[in-house]
C-alpha cells in the first residue's frame, strides 16, 4: 500500500500560519488551509464528506489521516482559539465547523468592534506612521 501524501507533513505550521484572528484572519486562514487539505489528499475531512462505513476496509486508515488534519487544525490555532473549539470532538470535520461557527456567528459583533478600533486608533498610540498605517490595514482587512 502507498504512503498517503498527509503522512510526509512534519510542521504544518510552515503552510500554514497560526489564526490568531488579527494578523492571521479566519477567511485566509480557511483559504491557506483548504489548500493545503486538498494538496494533501485530506479536503474529504473538511468539507462535508461523509466518512466511510466502519466496514469499509479504509476506514482504519480513514481515522488515522482524520487524527492528522484534526492535529493539523489544533496545532495552526492561537491558544485562545484552541480552548474555545477543543471539546470531545473526534473527527476533524467536527472541528472545522466549531470554528467556522465560532467566526461567523459573531461577524457582526466582530465588525463592531474592529470599526470601533479603527475609528479610535490615532497616530500617537503607534511608535511610528510605518506603525500606524500598518495597524489601520491590519484592522482594515
Known sequence: MALH??????NVQTKIRILDGTKVTYSSWTKLFRLHAK???VLN????????AETD??????VKIDSLVFQWIYSTLSDELMVRILEND?????AWNK?????????GLRVVALEQEFSNL???ACS????????LKDLAG
Open 5 to 10: 501524501p498527509a503522512y510526509t507533513v512534519t
Open 39 to 41: 494538496a494533501y489528499k
Open 45 to 52: 475531512h473538511i468539507d462535508d464528506t461523509p466518512p466511510p
Open 57 to 62: 476496509p479504509s476506514y482504519k486508515q480513514w
Open 90 to 94: 473526534t473527527m476533524a470535520q467536527a
Open 99 to 107: 470554528l467556522k461557527s465560532n467566526f461567523l456567528n459573531n461577524k
Open 122 to 124: 490615532t497616530l500617537g
Open 128 to 135: 511610528s506612521m510605518e506603525a500606524y498605517c500598518q495597524k
